[in-house]
């Protein structure tokens, strides 16, 4: 590492957790995250409005345990890189409206990034530089989304995304349906390891006929969701026992299933021989271990940084922070405005 590499501080705050990092060139210094998940937990869902008072309270503490991490001080940072979208628009604003006074103050460069693109970065701090291409699959609660990453400073395609519910969302609703606990996608996941997959054989959506040839890189979980509850309905309606673990197993498969099928496609299509894996749903076992089966197979290596960071952190705006400033890209301005749904070809807001 050149000493001479720029300092970046990275802010990320767009669902519920307040993330802060410190990153030179492609090492991590610090990276410090308060979650306000326990507040939501009660309520069966991220409430946005508690979110946003709970950015506030914690930017600054988290700001300051960073730099106290990383051994440096405000006066060391070269640039201020912040999730601008997608996201909730409450606590895209507070983290936003910290790193604009941040750059203003300190008189550096301001990059307003991309999350969904952050969750692809953040690898290069793992598993070192990025090949020349690669594909992207960035899975959570909140996002499904198939990227083709040229150069994940400049050149991002967005391939195909969900058309309904997130894969780690589908997973939360299985498990309420299955009367656990809130999230349930870990849940689901240890349940389904006691299970058998093939027992029940669940819809795979978009993955036929005209369907799959005008989505090719779609994903819906919904069909699938309401699948399950249906197949629920029917057992209490006919007072049948069920295994919840085949249920929870044969839905498992079919999520990992399309993920992997779906996302194999598109490196043969693409002649892409690397595919990153992030989001806090890449902890899905039958996930990890169906990718890590199909692609070895063809010949695909699979790229997954440690679960730490593929869970929202500010390690990953501050990677594709770093990515910006190497690769010459110019600065957002000051006044730059969040994006709930800021488009995926855009990995930042432009000048
Ligand atoms: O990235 P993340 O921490 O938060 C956002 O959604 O942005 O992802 C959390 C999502 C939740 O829906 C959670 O239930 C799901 O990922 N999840 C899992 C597993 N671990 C987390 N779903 C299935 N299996 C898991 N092991
Ligand atoms: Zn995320």
Redesign the pocket.
């Known amino acids: 590492m050149a000493v001479s590499e720029p300092l970046v501080l990275g802010i990320e705050s767009?669902?519920?957790?307040t993330g802060v990092a410190l990153v030179r060139g492609r090492e991590l210094l610090a990276d410090v995250t308060a979650s306000s998940m326990d507040e939501h937990a009660r309520f069966g869902g991220i409430v946005p409005e508690v979110a946003s008072r709970a950015h506030l309270e914690a930017l600054r503490p988290t700001i300051t345990a960073a730099l106290d991490a990383a051994g440096v001080t405000l006066a060391d940072v070269d640039a201020v890189a912040v999730a601008s979208g997608p996201g909730l628009v409450g606590s895209l604003t507070v983290g936003t409206a910290g790193a604009k006074a941040l750059a203003l103050g300190l008189g550096v460069p301001l990059y307003g990034v991309n999350h969904v693109i952050g969750?692809a970065a953040v690898d290069e701090l793992v598993h070192g530089p990025f090949p020349e291409r690669f594909l992207a699959l960035v899975?959570?609660?909140?996002?499904s989304s198939l990227l083709l990453v040229n150069d994940v400073a400049t050149d991002v395609v967005e391939l195909g995304q969900t058309l309904d519910d997130?894969?780690?969302?589908a997973?939360?609703k299985v498990?309420r349906l299955l009367g656990l606990p809130y999230?349930?996608?870990?849940h689901?996941?240890?349940l389904a390891r006691q299970g058998d997959p093939a027992a029940i054989a669940f819809p795979r959506g978009l993955s036929k006929g005209r369907e799959l040839a005008r989505h090719p890189y779609d994903f819906s979980f919904s069909g699938l969701k309401t699948a399950v509850a249906r197949y629920l309905e029917g057992r209490a309606d006919a007072g049948e026992e069920y295994s919840p673990a085949d249920v929870a197993a044969s839905f498992?498969e079919a999520v990992a299933d399309v993920l992997v099928t779906k996302t194999l496609r598109a490196c043969a299509e693409h002649d892409v021989r690397t595919l990153v894996i992030g989001?806090?749903?890449s902890?899905?076992?039958r996930?990890r271990e169906l990718a890590a089966e199909r692609c070895a197979a063809a010949g695909v290596e699979v790229r997954i940084p440690p679960i730490r960071y593929?869970?929202?952190n500010g390690a990953m705006i501050a990677a594709l922070g770093s990515a910006l400033v190497r690769a010459g890209v110019a600065p957002s301005p000051l006044d730059l405005a969040v994006d709930s749904s800021m488009a995926l070809s855009l990995v930042s807001v432009p000048a």
């Open positions: 767009t669902c519920d957790e969750h899975v959570s609660g909140g996002h997130a894969a780690g969302e997973f939360d498990g999230p349930g996608g870990p689901v996941d240890r498992s989001g806090g749903f902890a899905n076992s996930l593929c869970t929202d």
